[in-house]
């Protein structure tokens, strides 16, 4: 896990192709492979392998490796990418429908009729959901973590939190499936009966797979990424900055809202973004809980909406030949939506170090 | 997935023990090579479609314990995976659901060789059950048009005059009915669908298809998971093959065929059902059209049957006899074996018929 401070360092602004310490362990990545491609001929770093006259085999070596790896890395990358495309567009190309507004899914049959926007929506929406449901909650169990529960304690209780991240996601589904949807039933039923002027929670008497059950599996599911990164990020808010708190007069929670928070906002929205990615992406607990149709509906309760991902997990195995590539063509715009965060996210981190640099 | 193949260990455990408990008579037949099954030796990798999976574990676990030099794999995956391995030749068979589109056929021949066919074989065969979760209604009539109506959120309520209908002096609960549904593509759907399709008529508006058209009700992935919702749901229905609702005890309905009658679901009416189905193919290629307008109070119309995929001839040398042999103890005395799985067996007569197609493998 990248564990970097989130303090911002002075390249702010500057050539790099990452803005920010803080953010996620990927944005790093990224910022490695980019400089390996931008710099066909990167200048040389003045080391100590350049004093001594002739560099030394295993520097010649180690850099030979560690370059053809970013290029293996880099081709690969493009090679997927041009089989997606080779695969997605004859697909496309076929639908009779509009690929990006139809609500559909029928890509084997004659013609074929599909459409991605059900499945976008209720991706967006189910993501959405677990974020707003995990967030709070990850964030609380990182506070008690590093703020309250003492150190001897806060080790054993953040290994349990930890190991949440390494059940299996089918363990999650089944769970979901065979616990989770029936006790959901009352709960449903509850917010039907009360607070059906509400439109989201309006209903027509059917309860149990709903959107609403899937965001709280996917709540779960993301609850440790967000608060294992969360804590880590608030662990290293600077002793100083807290006892400066105290020292002027702060109770513990001025002193967490004013010195521990905001220092911490950029690390809590990457690790939210993390998060965020995992719910996008997520297929068989989404797959096992929801109940997959192809409507767009504002009900959260209503047995209705599906995911991209759990519908290739679904429909993959009895899918024909256009049914293959209308699914991978489903796979591009997911990887375009988690780029399109990814990015997003990264111009809010930066804009938010950068005031912080400057209030600072 | 995970709770299909939970479902499959727990079948494969239950065939053991029926196997071991039947006495002294019955277990000594069922690991004595039967008269009919021709031994080839090598290996056979199959995928394609789960809803024959539980069959094939049997008949690939029995075949490899007559034949002690056979290696058999059969991996499942759906039945458009099944197909798609065999035409790009990672697989020597394809189980499938249904049969090979026009498409699939000429892209299945050419991977056959030149002049040779790939045929499809019905070789698994067994009852959709309409199945029900209304505590303390032990039997219930569905008519076709009902169904089709109930499926397709037209019909909410168990105590709606349509059924009351079909069950004259059965006092029907005044619940909400949830009807459950497959949400990943399946042949259990296609059939279901093709059944409501032919025999409710004009109530049936959204043709038959893997993938679920009608809008309402909630899917669920796998047999099993719709099992799971029937068996968990007061007010439920759903259909899946028979085995599971006998799994799960969840009770099924007599469905109506295509004159209004209510057939009951037992082997015997399955059968007759089959008997009356006729070969669409050319050749060996034994596409079966079911007959839905018969008028036999005594056909189960809600069936579903899947396919063995294969090379007629142009099979690799080493693998023909093997081929062969394994197909040969499918349609013959491995057709006895189906019985306890939920399947039913072949007909006579179309049994002939796929072993007569089995003959000519090559």
Known sequence: ?360 | MAPASALVVMLALAGCGTDNNAGASDGASSTARPTDVACGSGSLTASGSTAQANAMSEWTKDYQRFCTEARLNYGGGGSGKGVTDFTNGVTDFAGSDFPLTAEQKSQADARCGAGNQAIDLPMVAGPIAVGYNLPGVDSLNLSADTIANIFASKITKWNDPAISRDNPGVKLPSLGIQSFHRSDGSGTTFNFTNYLENDAGSAWTFGHGKSWAAPGGQGSKGTAGVAQGVKSTPGAIGYMELSYATENAISHAKVGNSQGQFVELTEANVRNFLSKATVAGSGDDLVLRFDYANTDPAAYPNVLVTYEIVCQKGNDPDRAALLKGFFGYLAGSGQDVLAQNGYVSLPDELRQKVQAAVEKIG
Do not use: C
């Not at chain 1, 695969?87 to 084997?108: E, H, M, V, Y």
């Not at chain 1, 997520?282 to 519908?311: D, F, K, M, Q």
């Open chain 1, 1 to 360: 896990m990248d564990s970097q401070e989130p303090v911002p360092v002075e390249q702010v602004g500057s050539v790099g192709p990452v803005g920010s310490a803080g953010s996620v362990g990927q944005v790093g990545s990224a910022g490695q492979v980019r400089s390996a491609l931008g710099g066909s001929a990167p200048p040389r770093r003045a080391g100590p392998s350049r004093r001594g006259s002739p560099q030394r085999l295993g520097d010649r070596l180690f850099r030979g490796t560690s370059r053809t790896s970013a290029v293996l890395l880099v081709t690969l990358l493009v090679a997927i990418a041009l089989f997606l495309l080779d695969k997605a567009i004859p697909a496309i190309s076929q639908d009779s429908r509009n690929f990006l507004l139809n609500r559909t899914w029928f890509p084997d049959e004659s013609p074929p009729v599909f459409g991605i926007a059900a499945l976008v929506y209720g991706t967006l929406v189910s993501s959405v959901l677990a974020s707003v449901l995990a967030v709070p909650v990850a964030v609380g169990v990182a506070l008690a973590l590093t703020q309250y529960i003492p150190r001897r304690l806060a080790g054993p209780v953040g290994f349990l939190v930890d190991l949440l991240a390494a059940i299996p996601s089918v363990v999650y589904g089944l769970w979901g499936l065979i616990y989770l949807v029936p006790a959901m039933v009352p709960l449903s039923r509850w917010l039907s009966d009360y607070f059906g002027w509400i439109p989201i929670f309006a209903s027509d008497g059917v309860f149990g797979k709903s959107i609403f059950t899937a965001s709280v599996v996917l709540a779960i599911m993301i609850l440790p990424i967000i608060a294992a990164i969360t804590r880590e990020v608030l662990d290293k808010v600077p002793q100083d900055h807290k006892e400066a708190a105290i020292a002027l007069g702060a109770t513990r929670w001025e002193m967490i809202r004013t010195a521990v928070l905001p220092y911490g906002r950029p690390g809590i929205i990457g690790a939210l973004v993390l998060g965020f990615g995992r719910a996008l992406g997520e297929t068989i607990a989404v797959a096992l809980v929801l109940s997959a149709n192809y409507e767009i509906t504002a009900r959260i309760l209503s047995p209705a909406g599906n995911t991209i991902a759990a519908n290739i997990a679904n429909t993959f195995g009895d899918a024909g030949t256009t049914g293959r590539g209308a699914l991978i063509a489903s796979g591009l715009v997911l990887f375009a939506i988690t780029l399109v965060v990814n990015l997003a996210a990264r111009a809010v981190i930066r804009r938010r170090s950068e005031f912080r640099a400057a209030a600072g």
